[in-house]
């Protein structure tokens, strides 16, 4: 089935891709939808994000016309450095030299999850650097200079399509969710050393009421993270189950890390134990 474009200025182009965690029929539709808008825009390959599905997918046709698949895609090694002239189905009429690496070296799996490696160079190379920079958010655009992109960002609003780059966009914002309990906790952690040093009472009363309040921030953060990652994901047309699975177990993550600090808080920094 043909699925509709993401297009220039649709900000979902900056949603960072999952890895696909399920080698099962929805994948396989998927793959298939993919082929088929492929096919409808006379395009030589999409990444999944471009039809607004963020999954580490990316269907290309190689230089013979045969269909190739790369699932979760990893670049591992490149050489040499170089410019392409590129086009993007994201940007309309829109058409710039892009730094790229002359060959790259990477790995990825196929639809039954095997795993495979290979290299690419040349104008096929350069078309797989791109599909693959879409999983990662963001489009060629991102690769240019604040001046370029401006110019590109004025040729589009002449055309009617009136937005702006975000150069910053690829990182989800869930990640500053993250940041912030990420330095809440490691505080915390670090005042469970208090029992090797010779604090007052005083000085550990203050140490666990801050135990208390970053205990507290934290659990607020998690539950503010998992309803920022619930709108995230709802904001995508074709939302998938991995990536609930995905932001649930971070969520998991961070209440076990919560639990377990405030309990060794507890007994080891409360000047009122012991």
Not at 11 to 38: G, P, Q
Not at 42 to 67: F, M
Not at 74 to 95: F, H, M, Q
Request: with cysteine.
């Amino acid at each position: 089935m043909v699925k509709e474009l993401i297009l220039y200025p649709d900000e979902r182009i900056n949603i960072a891709s999952a890895d696909v965690r399920h080698f099962d029929d929805e994948l396989f539709t998927l793959i298939d939808d993919m082929k088929d808008t492929i096919e409808s825009h006379n395009a030589e390959g999409l990444a999944a994000i471009q039809i607004a599905v963020p999954r580490s997918v990316v269907v290309v046709k190689d230089p013979q016309g045969n269909w190739q698949e790369f699932i979760n895609p990893r670049v591992l090694k490149v050489k040499g450095k170089t410019t392409s002239l590129e086009t993007s189905l994201y940007l309309p009429n829109i058409e710039e030299e892009i730094p790229r690496h002359e060959k790259i070296s990477f790995v990825y799996q196929d639809r039954t999850g095997a795993q495979h490696s290979m290299s690419a160079e040349g104008k096929y190379g350069f078309l797989l650097q791109r599909k693959f920079d879409y999983t990662f958010g963001g489009t060629f655009a991102n690769k240019l200079d604040k001046k370029n992109r401006k110019r590109v960002e004025k040729n589009l609003s002449i055309s009617g399509a009136a937005g702006e780059f975000n150069a910053n966009s690829t990182i989800s914002k869930r990640e500053y969710f993250k940041s912030m309990m990420s330095k809440l906790l490691f505080f915390e952690g670090l005042t469970l050393f208090s029992p090797l040093f010779d604090f007052t009472k005083e000085t550990l009363s203050s140490m666990y009421k801050y135990d208390i309040f970053a205990t507290i921030a934290s659990l607020v953060l998690v539950v503010a993270y998992f309803a920022y990652a619930k709108y995230e994901a709802s904001r995508v047309i074709s939302c998938t189950g991995c990536q609930v699975v995905s932001f649930t177990a971070v969520a998991v993550k961070y209440l076990l890390i919560i639990v377990i600090l405030f309990i060794g808080s507890y007994y080891l920094v409360n000047p009122n134990i012991g």
